[in-house]
């Protein structure tokens, strides 16, 4: 049902200029310097929100509101999320999302979109984008069939930042002609606990604008670099030249993976909901704190994901590592789960994938082992989850090759990161193009030609010590 559904995008104009407020409420602003009131005022109340004012996101969430259960009754609004609404506009389905001053639109039907088109120009200043096609600095491509009734449905949607990439390079002057970097960082890399002879203030500003540059692009289409970028936030406090030369390798290792997509495309045969979830205990060398990583399957297409540090507790051996890192990956997952069974209600369970039998016998065993009484009480959620009358978990162990959120728990080495990760991992996130697979092809080839070419020469230096023996016995059987 959801796969028909074309997306549309409107934009409002100057949102918070028309956001009315309410007669019991009443704001004061006073006048700009330099301006005289011919009655002395110095000040006037405001008969619509202002940019700048503390109430005026609150009012124009309202407003919006406002228009939505107006003159669309029969569309709910999400418990979870307020600005989602969906429902059922003449029998068709109809899902609005709201941020801030832009209007997802997203129905199979072109008069519902028509009359919405319709009344949305009629109550505020607004245009009209048509299919959507960008998206908070995203590039969206819609690619569509054509039914034989003559509608178009959306088959795949694909979000990149190549422009955005670009722009970067160029701002914080990296040298796209030098050979890009194979992964995003240095296998096993722990920068230094800065101190005060390492700290460089000079190069604070240019450091927190690249870190928060690489986390939208990392959050929203990037997740290969995803933890890669959070690691290196932790030094836009006190900045280090390590610390720059790091991400300035990430943004290079972005630019020359540029043609990444993150690909949306719904496969029906696939769970609707699948979580990965992973950790690296102690990876923190500094603090010896664990590192936990998770990412979100719907119907085969990648819809969250995360990496952070499991701050509230340090780890005393793996299994414990991986037994937070599942609870809060389950608590991430089951938020997205309210969501869609508050619309289309199911009774399929989330499967969530582990690489530690360990964790999976302890979530689905009656008893609480003795070496687990120690942890914080809200982790032990998990097990509520995963078995019982609040079940909503399946646990399903894989082996560590096939886990795909490894990727958010340390920087993998090459060749994890450039070969079985692309096939594994990082082909059913983006949609990789045929260079960076023909790249893949060319580095295995060189290496297999490098061992076979070892090989001969071993197998050669053989045959010459052969026969320098061979002389040398035949030297002393003639003397």
Known sequence: ????????????????????????????????????????????????????????????????????????????????????????????????????????????????????????????????????????????????????????????????????????????SIDTDKQPPRSPMTEGLSLPIPSPDTIDRSIETPLRSLIYSLLWLARTVRPDIYYHVTYLAQFCHQPTVEALTAAKRILHYAYSTRDYTLAMAIDSAAPQLTAFCDSDHAGDTATRNSVSGYCLYFHGMLIDWWSKKQKSCTALHSTEAEYVAMSEACTSALAIYNTLTEFFPSDELITINV????????????????????????????????????????????????????????????????????????????????????????????????????????QQQQRQDEIVLASLQRQNLIG
């Open 355 to 458: 690489d530690n039998l360990a964790v999976q016998t302890l979530v689905t065993q009656r008893a609480l082992s003795s070496k687990l009484k120690h942890i914080a009480v809200r982790y032990h959620a998990v097990r509520n989850w995963c078995q019982g009358p609040l079940r909503k978990f399946t646990p399903v162990w894989i082996p560590t090759d096939d886990n795909q959120s490894d990727i958010f728990t340390k920087a993998l080495p090459i060749t994890k990161h450039g070969v079985p990760i692309i096939d594994k991992f990082t082909a059913r996130l983006l949609d990789i193009k045929d260079r960076r697979v023909k790249l893949v092809e060319k580095l295995r080839a060189a290496e297999a030609q490098q061992l076979h070419a070892q090989q001969q020469q071993l």
């Open 1 to 172: 049902m959801i796969r028909y559904l074309m997306p549309y995008h409107y934009d409002v104009s100057q949102a918070f200029l028309q956001a009315l407020i309410p007669e019991d409420e009443r704001y004061y602003v006073r006048f700009p310097k330099g301006y005289i009131h011919p009655k002395g005022y110095v000040g006037a109340y405001m008969k619509k929100a202002l940019y700048g004012h503390r109430t005026s996101g609150r009012l124009w969430s309202e407003t919006a509101h406002r228009f939505m259960t107006d003159r669309y009754p029969t569309l709910s609004r999400s418990t979870y999320d307020e600005c989602l609404y969906i429902g059922w506009i003449d029998t068709q389905l109809f899902i609005v999302l709201i941020y801030v001053d832009d209007f997802i639109v997203a129905c199979a039907d072109e008069l519902s979109r028509a009359r919405f088109h319709t009344d949305i120009m009629s109550t505020f200043q607004a245009t009209y984008s048509g299919v959507l096609n960008q998206f908070l600095q995203l590039r969206v491509d819609v690619q569509t069939e054509t039914l034989p009734t003559g509608e178009s449905y959306p088959t795949r949607i694909e979000l990149s930042h190549e422009r955005s990439i670009t722009d970067l390079c160029a701002k914080f």
